[in-house]
């Protein structure tokens, strides 16, 4: 498979890395892709490729046996461009690794050395995979009337503190890989439910706890998981009844996660999904078209030629977010990932609506992969709210204090 021509000026080490994840990405998770969305299986078998062949340790330090990628590493671009290289295959695998990877990014920064030893070392040689889990909503009972209505419906968790540890009770949804990943970061709050993106108190009172999955407290519950796309991302709701973590388990302070931004680190990663899902599409579209001698006529040229712009654009969008990380522009590089996620949103679904006005109905007939790109880029961008984003970037226009975690600000309140 090869790299768009926009990655360029990569070193020989950077080049050979991407062309490994792009070459797996098309004759391997691309060929499963059909059968994982059907079914709505977990893509176990593309992170055993991703073991296999030196892969599942990006944002690791090298000499703690990773590959020393990230944003605070140096080299962020080739990262993305990895998951770039994945989305094009299987949107749904490119999520599971993201949580992956960006899970990896937080114990590079924030774990003990004690816990990185110990956490790393199961990545490193048993292939363990990782995922961060902070979404609890809390929905009103529709079935409630007056003030009951306005009490949450039992999602989200809750928190007893003891002298050894932390007692999590309660659940989690749109948890990615339940069931499957090793091990979780949990976005909790000690004084109410919500996680980080939903709390009801204090973003100072947010902790991050290692839990182990394997624990027989920690169950699933995938009866409500039959969505329109990303399928093979399972993300059930997870339940946790009186699970034990021990003060060991426990990932920086208190607060750390939001007043230091770190999810601003991902929303780019994001971004990049998106692109690799739309560029895959726009290259399948170019070669049926070809294939269908349809080349001359005028409307598909259009379509075709603004499916290139947008495309480069993406590329060249996230190469100058990539930069800033990467030089240590660091306040900089975070509002630039928050306008590149929006932008390329935009370009990404323009990008696979034209691929099917280009193509027609036949298009959306099941196995086309781009009626399952269709799909889960139409899920998958709805992670956050573009309206939202696109407020907040006024906000910071306007020199307003606005939420570049989660567009919401509600994650800080009192």
């Excluded at 992956?100 to 070392?121: G, I």
């Excluded at 949450?152 to 928190?159: A, E, K, L, N």
């Excluded at 009866?223 to 426990?250: C, E, H, K, Q």
Aim: include cysteine.
């Amino acid at each position: 498979m090869h790299l768009h021509p926009s990655i360029s000026g990569l070193n020989s080490d950077q080049t050979v890395l991407l062309q490994r994840a792009a070459d797996l990405a098309s004759t391997k998770f691309a060929a499963r892709a059909e059968s994982h969305d059907r079914e709505a299986s977990f893509p176990a078998d593309d992170f055993a490729d991703i073991f296999d062949a030196g892969l599942i340790a990006p944002a690791i330090p090298r000499d703690a046996g990773g590959l020393g990628l990230g944003p605070y590493r140096g080299d962020v671009f080739t990262l993305w461009m990895m998951t770039a290289s994945f989305a094009g295959a299987d949107l749904s695998f490119a999520r599971c690794w993201e949580g992956h990877v960006n899970s990896l990014v937080l114990l590079d920064s924030l774990a003990t050395p004690a816990q990185k030893e110990r956490w790393f070392d199961g990545v490193v040689k048993k292939g363990q995979r990782w995922v961060a889990w902070s979404g609890e909503p809390q929905s009103a009972d529709p079935n409630a009337s007056g003030e009951q209505r306005q009490k949450p419906s039992g999602h989200g968790t809750h928190i007893r503190e003891t002298a050894e540890g932390f007692v999590v009770s309660g659940t989690k949804v749109f948890a990615t890989s339940a069931g499957y990943a090793d091990w979780a970061i949990l976005l909790v709050n000690t004084k109410g439910p919500g996680g980080a993106r939903h709390a009801t108190a204090s973003g100072e009172h947010l902790i991050m706890l290692g839990c182990d999955l394997a624990d027989q407290s920690v169950t699933f519950d995938s009866s409500w998981w039959d969505p329109i796309g990303m399928r093979g991302t399972v993300s059930y709701l997870a339940r946790f009844n009186d699970t034990f973590i021990p003060r060991g388990n426990l990932i920086g302070s208190p607060g750390q996660y939001l007043r230091e931004g770190w999810q601003t680190c991902f929303t780019p990663h994001y971004a990049s999904s998106f692109l690799g899902a739309a560029n895959a599409a726009f290259e399948q579209t170019v070669k049926i078209v070809k294939a269908q001698q349809k080349g001359n006529d005028p409307f598909v040229q259009q379509h075709l030629g603004q499916c290139s712009v947008n495309v480069e654009s993406g590329y060249l969008w996230l190469r100058q977010v990539a930069k800033l990380w990467e030089s240590g522009h660091y306040e900089e590089a975070k509002l630039a990932g928050v306008r590149a996620r929006y932008i390329i949103e935009q370009l990404a679904e323009d990008t696979v609506k034209r691929c099917i006005r280009a193509l027609g109905a036949r298009s959306l007939n099941k196995p086309s992969p781009i009626e399952r790109i269709y799909r889960d880029l139409s899920f998958y961008v709805r992670h956050d709210n573009a309206d939202h984003i696109l407020a907040t970037i006024g906000k910071l226009v306007l020199g307003t204090p606005g939420d570049e975690s989660f567009f919401n600000d509600r994650s800080g309140k009192d």
